[in-house]
């Protein structure tokens, strides 16, 4: 079945550093890759999505990169700054019989000290 | 544009008792979700549906969970009765695109404590 894995679980950064996060993922069906941004009593939003045909998607000081041979695709925040501190999430919509279906994976929780 | 809306936002209930969350989606948006999640984890689908039809709810607890999306717009959500391990919060979304390559909008949930 659909599983998604995410590590590290917990990241604390310095301000201004980088940060890096990584997904996995089983199903050879999926084309969209998202990251989810979780701030404290909100729901998910979402950052940034890449698609199978590109390697990597930049937006500001976000990206994501995709290695489809591997099937994972990773998160990089670079100049963290303390609003980037909240729990991220990958997510494969993947491809189930009958529909599409999101699984979400356990999530990152990134604190950026000052 | 308005966003996804939920309520209550916060709900506390002695187990064995009922509860029932609703849901408005984003105006237009075909496909709507209910996911729970537990604190520290990430949310877990339990039921979606296209327009008013249900396409997975695979994961949801039949026997004290139920939900429904009448005319294909807003959504309730009811379990009955509780557990203690029912406590979560419980996350509606939305998309234009039945998940397929397109973003989902979440509400801020529903934040549900069983004692």
């Known amino acids: 079945g659909e599983n998604v894995e995410q590590h590290p679980s917990t990241l604390s950064v310095q301000e201004g550093d980088s940060a890096v996060i990584k997904c996995t993922y089983s199903?050879?069906?999926?084309?969209?890759f998202p990251w989810y941004k979780q701030e404290l009593g909100k729901g998910p939003q979402l950052i940034i999505d890449?698609?199978?045909?590109?390697g990597e998607k930049k937006d500001q000081r976000i990206a994501v990169t995709l290695n489809k041979t591997a099937k994972h695709f990773s998160l990089h925040i670079t100049e963290t700054q303390p609003e980037d501190s909240a729990v991220y999430f990958c997510a494969d919509p993947g491809a189930a019989t009958g529909g599409f279906k999101t699984i979400f994976g356990a999530g990152t929780r990134l604190f950026v000290k000052a | 544009e308005a966003g996804v809306a939920q309520s209550p936002r916060y709900k506390i209930i002695e187990k064995r008792q009922s509860v029932a969350f609703w849901c408005n989606p984003i105006s237009g948006h075909a496909t709507l979700y209910w996911y729970q999640q537990i604190l520290g984890q990430g949310p877990k689908l339990l039921i979606q549906?296209?327009?008013?039809?249900?396409?997975?709810d695979s994961q949801l607890p039949k026997d004290r969970f139920s939900a429904e999306r009448l005319k294909g717009v807003d959504s309730t959500l009811k379990i009955q009765p509780a557990k203690l391990e029912d406590s979560a919060v419980y996350l509606c979304a939305s998309s234009s695109s039945r998940g397929l390559n397109g973003e989902l909008f979440f509400g801020e949930g529903s934040r549900l404590t069983v004692l």
């Open positions: 199903d050879s069906a999926s084309n969209y």
């Open positions: 549906f296209q327009n008013n039809g249900v396409v997975d």
């Open positions: 890449i698609r199978s045909n590109v």
